[in-house]
């Protein structure tokens, strides 16, 4: 049986201490990835896109946010990427200024 997206991201380790563990590995990621698939080209600009669908975000359980009752923060994004470095090809990211579109090599069709 084929996995679902966010099936595959809760199989991801999560490198963070149990005591700094407010949102869900899974959930941060599961932002990330769909803002990229927005066209989102920055950690800014992915958490500003996931922000202005906060009620979206807080309405489904999956992504793990609803007991916190709000979205992350862009610090919490930002120490996720930067002090995790296994993540950033995994989403595309680079700390220099590629755009998002160019480190994607998403194939044809």
Avoid: C
Wanted: proline residues 8%; glycine residues 10%; hydrophobic residues 45%.
């Amino acid at each position: 049986m084929a996995k679902t997206v966010l099936q595959a991201l809760k199989e991801i380790p999560d490198p963070r201490k149990r005591q700094g563990r407010q949102y869900p590995l899974y959930g941060l990621l599961a932002v990330l990835v769909l803002a990229a698939l927005q066209g989102e080209r920055s950690l800014r600009g992915m958490w500003q896109w996931a922000s202005g669908r906060e009620a979206e975000w807080l309405s489904y359980p999956s992504p793990g946010f609803r007991a916190v009752k709000r979205i992350p923060g862009l610090a919490t994004f930002s120490q996720l990427v930067f002090a995790w470095r296994n993540i950033i090809p995994f989403l595309g990211l680079h700390t220099n200024p590629i755009p998002l579109r160019q480190t994607l090599d998403l194939g044809a069709g």
